[in-house]
């Protein structure tokens, strides 16, 4: 599937960012605090670098491959069952990364604004909002998260840094935590908070200098990292580790303790609902976009389109296994660590075996002389 080269830069970085902050926002200081009490900032650090050295994998495998996606490189790597066999792995992964952000979208809607709408109802609607918005290509993919950006990102940072006026010191020591013994566990569960940058793989062939791409990633890894700790520095230094606990979303309580200035507005918890749902948007149209694209190029079709509301009824179905909310954020943490199997191992060694066997993409020369 030929793509056109459109892409710049800087909207790479975009995509990056508006897939990573999304969803897990709510629950991502619920996570750290859990793993090492008031060490959560420290773990949310050490989780970006973990994903950030999976992306490394990933971008470089890319760069070397400018023109294909991990689903066709992979099978000039490993051979062709193989690789077919980790494709569907990937496709899988990410059906499961939709159906539960989709989840998780409904039990905070219903929950905090539409008390009286049904889970299932919400579930649906913003499933078939993603399948409608996955059937456009990549240049209207890109367009899709550059017109939503500014809407996710310097709002939500607004709130965030408003929010640090009501923090205390002394809730976010000691620094490494009280309880480190369990920073192993929640290292890999922030990591996987990161991992749709996965997406990076379905971007850098449309890119018009795919030599860019590692420049790209990084911006955008480094502004969605910073913006995750700066959450939880926030949460844990207004609340307290133990005050966190208690909570189911702690960032939305957050933004309800948070007002603008001259008390424009006394609580944000709506204005950041609102931010919210628009970064659930994007970062489940990354995500289906993403499945239905890896099924297209695992089956050599032209067009992925066909697939996109093909998967909703498997989709909906996944998305209302979980019983409640609890046991929804116990298999959203269990599938993202198994997830970095997917998302840093597997790039890290098809990027050790094409280094070995020195295997470079076929269209290389071809792309450097168009750029």
Excluded at 86 to 107: D, H, K, P, Q, Y
Excluded at 134 to 157: K, N
Excluded at 202 to 230: D, H, N, Q
Aim: hydrophobic share 55%; glycine share 8%.
């Amino acid at each position: 599937m030929e793509q056109p080269r459109q892409i710049t830069v800087i909207q790479a970085a975009i995509i990056l960012i508006s897939t990573i902050v999304g969803v897990g926002v709510l629950a991502l200081s619920l996570f750290a605090v859990k793993s090492a009490d008031s060490g959560a900032p420290l773990i949310t650090l050490l989780g970006f670098l973990l994903a950030l050295l999976g992306f490394w994998f990933l971008t470089k495998l890319g760069m070397r491959f400018p023109s294909q996606s991990i689903i066709e490189y992979s099978q000039d790597l490993i051979g062709k069952w193989m690789a077919g066999l980790f494709s569907v792995m990937i496709i899988a992964f990410f059906c499961l990364i939709t159906a539960l952000a989709s989840r998780e979208f409904g039990e905070v809607v219903v929950t905090s604004v539409l008390t009286k709408t049904p889970l299932e109802v919400t579930v649906i609607v913003m499933l078939l909002l993603a399948a409608v918005s996955s059937r456009a290509d990549i240049t209207t993919f890109t367009y899709l998260h550059h017109f939503y950006f500014p809407i996710i990102l310097f709002p939500g940072l607004l709130i965030v840094v408003l929010s640090l006026k009501n923090a205390q010191l002394i809730n976010l020591l000691p620094l490494w935590g009280n309880e480190p013994n369990g920073m192993h566990g929640g290292i890999l569960t922030m990591a996987a908070l990161f991992q749709g940058s996965f997406v990076m793989t379905i971007v850098i062939p449309a890119m018009r200098r795919p030599e860019k791409a590692m420049l790209a990633g990084v911006i955008g890894m480094v502004i969605a990292g910073s913006l995750y700790t700066l959450i939880v520095i926030a949460t844990v230094g207004v609340f307290g580790a133990e005050e966190i606990k208690k909570l189911v979303w702690p960032t939305l309580e957050l933004a309800k303790t948070t007002s603008l200035p001259a008390n424009i507005l006394e609580r944000l918890d709506g204005a950041f609902l609102a931010i919210w749902v628009t970064g659930v948007f994007t970062t489940l149209l990354s995500s289906h976009y993403s499945t239905i694209y890896f099924i297209g190029q695992l089956f050599r079709m032209r067009d992925h389109k066909m697939f996109s509301f093909f998967l909703v009824p498997f989709i909906y179905v996944l998305a209302m296994f979980p019983q409640n909310v609890l046991q929804m954020y116990q298999i959203i943490q269990l599938v993202g660590r198994w997830g970095l199997v997917i998302t840093i191992f597997y790039p890290c060694v098809l990027l050790i075996v094409a280094m070995i066997r020195k295997k470079k993409g076929r269209g290389d020369q071809l792309v450097a002389k168009s750029d």
